[in-house]
């Protein structure tokens, strides 16, 4: 058994609401009075102190007195019926309390997924994947555990493989999901598609005749990992009503319970799910990992559980990031004018659907990019098939297709002889033009703004590896390609600048319920008023929580402001994707808090009303804790309005509703907004050893209103590195022959490092959306979305190659 | 097996420890200092560094029974840690003037070198501090070890260029910044550190 000491200096942040409680529970973080700053100001994060001294407690970091170790036990093959299982021996091993399947599962309900809840909890008798489930060991030191789930005998019958759509599609193909009744089967035209969406608007082949030039292509986007680096991780801890409280890393608290609760045959009451600090996320932790599993664990021995994934096993623990085949075809008259676009997008959606068929509606009704085009013949599809299962990640189904049209774009300018830049502006599409599925942008598109403003920003300077050495030609290694391993001084690099502009949409679409909810309370603490903001919002890094501390000063003019654990008790905020979080649960924080504002105001009326005709009169706000005109004349302090009263709501917050795309025409309002980002990438490359190094990789973006200027820099360029990363680095590479996964760690699939990083100058533009809270536009994916494809026009700048396909590698750049 | 070392300035002992266990695994689980990170456990990103003798190691691939006798400090210990070098060897940093960057141009990645965060006092390792000014923490998880790392390379290096401060955290990953406002807040606590040396 373990045994873990009192900490010396115990964290403020963490200290156990009740005895037996476990440590590192989160509870409320207050940013005090010397804070101020609403929206527009780059505040500083609330949880910043906790996270730079290390006491900031993320799941993986629980703690609790007896507390057992849960170990997974996953599949070695992609695509087999289980003959046999024997648990005899790891249950016999010394300090291991529970081994469960499948057989254990103890209600009706053995499955989960977002959508279609075709994934078991534990593989029943068949496995689909290499590295799904089999088994789970509870032991009381995490060594136990992992020797105990490798005495677990499992005997496997292989059976084929389907890994691409040839193979899924071909006569008498194995189906992956046997006799499927969910409610995409009815339009897929074979049971190894999850989901079909055409959009057919205009009539491309008709429009074609009037195109004087049109190129076709096939791109190849790789696999890639959210590789969040706070693992897979969470404790559950049973309670005495027969029910379980859960600490986890996750997306959407409210997602999880809905699919928890039902597994476990218990009512969702009696599943207290707490948000436990989260190490990234990127869509990665949107499907339910440990959290089914640790629950089970804890309901079956009576003990806390606590799992804990290692890099390895996260590679298995998480959906990734769809690969795709694209085929594009474009027309343009002979003055630069698109005519008609048709495409076709296959998506691996692995061996469960996870998020594949929004993904899909997503890739459709985006393909097009931010281009106006009226005549379109579009389809895109997710497989089934016995490779990892692909799901959300930061740019969900836009990336994919802005990597095809985007390469698309540079080769119709280089065919009509135009600059790339001026082609896209003059197709660039603008506010009310209508996208291929009918539905008109409404709010500001500076699409041709933004590639204007990457243009127009000064080349870094060349050759700046040379340093000003006494001959003037000695070299810092570190800013060239292949870096520290000084493999050139500058023979063989040359340079290339390529430019690339995305669309994607903001918050969940196709008439989706996308709602958010957050409870306000303002009452008077220590003679100052003090608000209590409570969501259920999942802060994974993003800085919501800074965001909503903003949101509160602004609307309640406080300064102190309280922000309450993420939990259950309190009504879902969604999930934290899809760039939705500001715009949606920051909304729900602004009409909470502008709901609490009317009570005050009200109860100010009450007490006050009858000293100054302006209460009855005036425009009234909170500001500087004090009521006000909005000519500034103070009426009373808020202290004195709400003295011992505590004003207490919780409410629900919407954004217009969408509706479905049409499954035969696409056609439909299917997206709340849209967000944009342009990049202008500089490389330079080592063409003898086909080595990159990105020199700069500036973003221009619309962000509609900057409600924290510095952290949207963050987003942006986060966002920008991780779409640099599948331009240059990141695969998960999965064996075509028997569908394992061959390089699931960090040694194996790389991720860029500060010296791989170049220099990412951002340029904020801030056009508001009228539409929604501030006229702000959700920032996070947009800028993932143009990075890869203008890295990727820098190296053919450079080179003169075609390079269909990403992530490049050096064998694509020297031919070998 | 027992293993006696310091953690942070304390005397610690650690005891019943299996010999397969990482120093990191001690630090974490039987120590009560979750501060240290476990994001690959095999020496990949960094999220784990402690300085072992002064020297920055990733503390998932050291052996547990390797560190007896020896001198760890973690991010927990990182502000007493820069503390006692200050009191030490006051300023430290670039008494010449000669810094990468000047504490002017410093000054516009500090966001709000006032603010407070907890509405408590809380001390700070100057590079914490530059951290939370340059907004160079996102999720957080990899802040810990890029901390201890960066702390390191100001106690030897002082006035680093873009190009050292690269170099000096290769071994750290962050998915979430695009290491921007990391590089920022490194230059910000030179700078600072400069300052305060001529002053």
Known sequence: MTTRPEATTRPAATVPKAQNAPSGTPTEITQGSPTKGGIGESTLRPDGTLKVTGEFAYSSDMWHEDMLWGQTLRSTVAHAEIVSIDTSEALATSGVYAVMTYDDLPAEMKNYGLEIQDTPVFANGKVRHHGEPVAIVAADHPETARRAAAKIKIEYRELPIVTDEASATAPGAVLVHEGRDDHHIGHVPHPNIVHRQPIIRGDADEAAKRADVIVTGEYVFGMQDQAFLGPESGLAVPSEDGGVELYVATQWLHSDLGQIAPVLGLPEDKVRMTLSGVGGAFGGREDISMQIHACLLALRTGKPVKIVYNRFESFFGHVHRHPAKLHYEHGATKDGKLTHMKCRIVLDGGAYASASPAVVGNASSLSVGPYKIEDVDIEAIALYTNNPPCGAMRGFGAVQACFAYEAQMDKLAAKLDMDPVEFRQLNAMEQGTLLPTGQPCDSPAPVAELLRRVKARPLPPEQEWLTAGADGTSVDVRALPGGLSNTTHGEGVVRGVGYAVGLKNVGFSEGFDDYSTARVRMEVINGEPVATVHTAMAEVGQGGVTVHAQIARTELGVNQVTIHPADTRVGSAGSTSASRQTYVTGGAVKNSCEAVREKVLELGRTKFGTYHPAWATAELLLEGGKVVTDGGEVLADLADVLEDEAIDIELEWRHRPTEAFDLRTGQGNGHVQYSFAAHRAVVEVDTELGLVKVIELACAQDVGKALNPLSVLGQIQGGTLQGMGVAVMEEIIVDPQTAKVRNPSFTDYLLPTILDTPTIPVDVLELADEHAPYGLRGIGEAPTLSSTPAVLAAIRNATGLELNRTPVRPEHLTAT | ?199
């Not at chain 2, 979750?34 to 560094?49: D, I, L, W």
């Not at chain 2, 009191?87 to 070198?113: N, V």
């Open chain 2, 1 to 199: 097996m027992r293993v006696n070392f310091t953690v942070n300035g304390r005397q610690q002992e650690a005891d019943d420890v299996w010999e397969g266990e990482s120093l990191l695994y001690v630090l974490r689980e039987r120590m009560g200092l979750p501060g240290s990170k476990n994001a690959c456990e095999q020496g990949e990103c960094g999220s784990c560094t402690v300085r072992l003798d002064g020297v920055p190691v990733c503390a998932c691939l050291v052996a547990a029974g390797q560190v007896e006798g020896r001198e760890v400090v973690t991010v927990e210990g990182l502000a007493d840690y820069a503390k006692h070098r200050e009191d030490a060897h006051p300023g430290g940093g670039c008494a010449s003037g000669a810094c990468g960057t000047t504490l002017d141009s410093a000054k516009r990645w500090q966001a709000r070198p006032t603010d407070g965060q907890t509405g408590e006092a809380v001390e700070l390792a100057p590079i914490q501090q530059a951290f939370i000014d340059a907004g160079a923490v996102q999720c957080g998880f990899c802040t810990p070890g890029l901390l201890v790392a960066a702390d390191e390379l100001l106690e030897n290096t002082p006035s680093p260029s873009d190009q050292d401060i690269r170099e000096a955290l290769s071994g750290n990953l962050c998915r979430c910044t695009g290491y921007e406002k990391i590089l920022d807040a490194v230059r910000l606590a030179a700078a600072r550190q400069g300052e305060a040396a001529q002053s």
